[in-house]
Protein backbone atom coordinates (compact mmCIF):
# COMPACT_ATOMS: atom_id res chain seq x y z
CA UNK A 1 0.00 0.00 0.00
CA UNK A 2 1.25 3.34 -0.49
CA UNK A 3 -0.09 6.89 0.08
CA UNK A 4 -0.08 10.17 -2.75
CA UNK A 5 -0.18 13.74 -2.39
CA UNK A 6 -1.43 15.20 -5.41
CA UNK A 7 0.35 19.01 -5.81
CA UNK A 8 -2.52 22.00 -6.82
CA UNK A 9 -1.63 24.58 -4.68
CA UNK A 10 0.54 26.74 -6.61
CA UNK A 11 -1.32 29.44 -7.93
CA UNK A 12 -1.74 29.21 -11.64
CA UNK A 13 -0.69 32.31 -12.81
CA UNK A 14 0.88 31.43 -16.12
CA UNK A 15 -2.27 29.17 -17.03
CA UNK A 16 -4.31 32.13 -15.57
CA UNK A 17 -6.74 30.15 -14.03
CA UNK A 18 -6.59 27.18 -11.70
CA UNK A 19 -5.65 24.07 -12.99
CA UNK A 20 -7.10 21.66 -10.76
CA UNK A 21 -10.48 22.68 -12.40
CA UNK A 22 -9.37 22.23 -15.66
CA UNK A 23 -11.72 19.81 -17.15
CA UNK A 24 -10.38 16.36 -18.65
CA UNK A 25 -12.48 13.28 -19.87
CA UNK A 26 -15.42 15.14 -17.88
CA UNK A 27 -13.76 15.58 -14.74
CA UNK A 28 -11.92 18.24 -12.89
CA UNK A 29 -8.19 17.45 -13.25
CA UNK A 30 -7.47 16.98 -9.40
CA UNK A 31 -10.74 14.67 -9.24
CA UNK A 32 -8.97 12.51 -12.66
CA UNK A 33 -5.68 12.16 -10.87
CA UNK A 34 -7.26 11.07 -7.44
CA UNK A 35 -9.09 8.36 -9.58
CA UNK A 36 -5.97 7.33 -11.51
CA UNK A 37 -3.98 6.68 -8.01
CA UNK A 38 -6.89 4.90 -6.86
CA UNK A 39 -6.78 2.88 -10.21
CA UNK A 40 -3.13 2.83 -9.34
CA UNK A 41 -3.82 0.71 -5.59
CA UNK A 42 -3.51 3.91 -3.34
CA UNK A 43 -5.56 3.89 -0.53
CA UNK A 44 -4.90 7.54 1.15
CA UNK A 45 -4.79 10.33 -1.36
CA UNK A 46 -3.88 13.57 0.33
CA UNK A 47 -4.56 16.91 -1.94
CA UNK A 48 -2.51 20.24 -1.41
CA UNK A 49 -4.80 23.05 -2.60
CA UNK A 50 -6.47 26.33 -0.95
CA UNK A 51 -10.31 25.34 -1.14
CA UNK A 52 -10.48 21.64 -2.83
CA UNK A 53 -7.57 20.15 -0.46
CA UNK A 54 -5.20 20.89 2.75
CA UNK A 55 -4.07 24.95 2.26
CA UNK A 56 0.27 24.80 2.08
CA UNK A 57 1.02 25.72 5.98
CA UNK A 58 3.72 28.04 3.50
CA UNK A 59 2.00 29.39 0.70
CA UNK A 60 4.00 30.87 -2.37
CA UNK A 61 6.85 28.14 -1.61
CA UNK A 62 6.26 25.45 -4.40
CA UNK A 63 6.54 22.18 -4.26
CA UNK A 64 8.23 21.39 -1.08
CA UNK A 65 5.59 23.61 0.77
CA UNK A 66 2.91 21.21 -0.13
CA UNK A 67 5.02 18.16 0.73
CA UNK A 68 5.81 19.81 3.87
CA UNK A 69 2.13 20.25 4.79
CA UNK A 70 0.96 16.90 3.85
CA UNK A 71 3.49 14.38 4.56
CA UNK A 72 3.13 14.21 8.41
CA UNK A 73 -0.83 13.02 7.67
CA UNK A 74 0.12 9.96 5.21
CA UNK A 75 -0.63 6.42 6.51
CA UNK A 76 2.19 4.89 4.23
CA UNK A 77 6.18 5.11 3.62
CA UNK A 78 5.78 5.13 0.11
CA UNK A 79 4.47 8.68 -0.87
CA UNK A 80 3.68 9.16 -4.92
CA UNK A 81 4.11 12.74 -5.24
CA UNK A 82 1.83 13.59 -8.58
CA UNK A 83 1.56 17.16 -9.65
CA UNK A 84 -2.29 17.83 -11.06
CA UNK A 85 -1.34 19.79 -13.83
CA UNK A 86 -0.46 15.86 -16.00
CA UNK A 87 -3.41 15.25 -17.68
CA UNK A 88 -2.21 12.47 -19.84
CA UNK A 89 -0.60 10.76 -16.94
CA UNK A 90 -2.13 7.07 -16.30
CA UNK A 91 -2.34 4.31 -13.45
CA UNK A 92 -0.09 2.11 -14.72
CA UNK A 93 2.87 4.95 -15.53
CA UNK A 94 2.05 5.35 -11.95
CA UNK A 95 2.02 1.67 -10.96
CA UNK A 96 5.64 1.41 -12.38
CA UNK A 97 6.94 4.20 -9.90
CA UNK A 98 5.65 2.35 -7.20
CA UNK A 99 6.80 -1.38 -8.78
CA UNK A 100 10.33 0.72 -8.94
CA UNK A 101 10.18 2.10 -5.04
CA UNK A 102 10.99 -1.43 -2.26
CA UNK A 103 14.49 -0.22 -1.44
CA UNK A 104 14.79 3.59 -2.71
CA UNK A 105 12.88 6.72 -3.34
CA UNK A 106 12.57 6.81 -7.43
CA UNK A 107 11.07 9.09 -9.98
CA UNK A 108 11.37 8.97 -13.73
CA UNK A 109 14.60 10.05 -16.21
CA UNK A 110 14.51 13.74 -16.75
CA UNK A 111 11.02 14.67 -14.98
CA UNK A 112 11.12 15.14 -11.71
CA UNK A 113 7.11 14.64 -11.20
CA UNK A 114 5.82 12.27 -10.56
CA UNK A 115 8.24 10.56 -7.70
CA UNK A 116 7.90 8.42 -5.00
CA UNK A 117 9.77 9.16 -1.69
CA UNK A 118 9.67 7.38 1.17
CA UNK A 119 8.92 9.31 3.75
CA UNK A 120 10.02 9.73 7.68
CA UNK A 121 11.18 12.42 10.21
CA UNK A 122 14.69 12.67 8.43
CA UNK A 123 12.88 13.70 5.08
CA UNK A 124 10.18 15.97 7.15
CA UNK A 125 13.08 17.74 8.73
CA UNK A 126 15.30 18.60 5.35
CA UNK A 127 12.02 19.78 3.48
CA UNK A 128 11.23 22.28 6.89
CA UNK A 129 15.15 22.95 6.70
CA UNK A 130 15.03 24.11 3.20
CA UNK A 131 11.80 26.04 3.46
CA UNK A 132 13.06 27.98 6.85
CA UNK A 133 15.88 28.95 5.77
CA UNK A 134 15.32 29.36 2.39
CA UNK A 135 17.41 26.82 0.92
CA UNK A 136 16.93 24.64 -2.54
CA UNK A 137 13.42 24.61 -2.51
CA UNK A 138 13.44 22.34 -5.49
CA UNK A 139 12.24 18.59 -5.98
CA UNK A 140 14.94 18.12 -8.06
CA UNK A 141 17.50 18.89 -4.54
CA UNK A 142 14.75 17.08 -2.26
CA UNK A 143 15.26 13.98 -4.85
CA UNK A 144 18.98 14.14 -4.73
CA UNK A 145 18.89 14.43 -0.80
CA UNK A 146 17.02 11.72 -1.04
CA UNK A 147 19.26 9.25 -3.09
CA UNK A 148 16.75 8.66 -5.05
CA UNK A 149 17.02 6.69 -8.46
CA UNK A 150 16.14 7.68 -12.22
CA UNK A 151 14.24 5.12 -13.92
CA UNK A 152 13.33 5.05 -17.54
CA UNK A 153 9.82 5.66 -18.39
CA UNK A 154 8.55 3.37 -21.02
CA UNK A 155 6.17 5.94 -22.21
CA UNK A 156 8.01 10.06 -21.83
CA UNK A 157 4.72 11.60 -23.56
CA UNK A 158 2.27 10.76 -20.64
CA UNK A 159 4.12 13.26 -18.28
CA UNK A 160 3.31 16.03 -20.26
CA UNK A 161 2.85 19.18 -17.83
CA UNK A 162 0.68 21.98 -18.74
CA UNK A 163 1.43 25.19 -17.34
CA UNK A 164 0.07 28.02 -19.94
CA UNK A 165 -3.16 28.04 -22.53
CA UNK A 166 -1.58 26.87 -25.37
CA UNK A 167 -0.16 23.82 -23.57
CA UNK A 168 -3.54 22.97 -22.62
CA UNK A 169 -4.87 23.05 -25.59
CA UNK A 170 -2.68 21.30 -27.31
CA UNK A 171 -2.95 18.56 -24.62
CA UNK A 172 -6.87 18.80 -25.17
CA UNK A 173 -6.47 18.45 -28.76
CA UNK A 174 -4.24 15.90 -28.56
CA UNK A 175 -6.24 13.89 -26.26
CA UNK A 176 -9.33 14.15 -28.63
CA UNK A 177 -7.75 12.52 -31.34
CA UNK A 178 -5.87 15.61 -33.28
CA UNK A 179 -2.34 15.71 -34.65
Partial sequence: MFSAIILAGGRSSRMGTDKAQLPMNGLPLWLLQQVRLQQAGCDDIQLSHPQLGTPDQQAGHGPLSGLHTLLPFCKHERVLVLAVDM?????????????????QPVFFKDHYLPCVLHNSSDLQSYIAK??????????GALLSYCAARAIPCPSPQLLLNTNTPEDWQLACHASQGGH
Fill in 87 to 103: PWMTAALLRTLIRHSQE
Fill in 130 to 139: QLHEKGRRSV
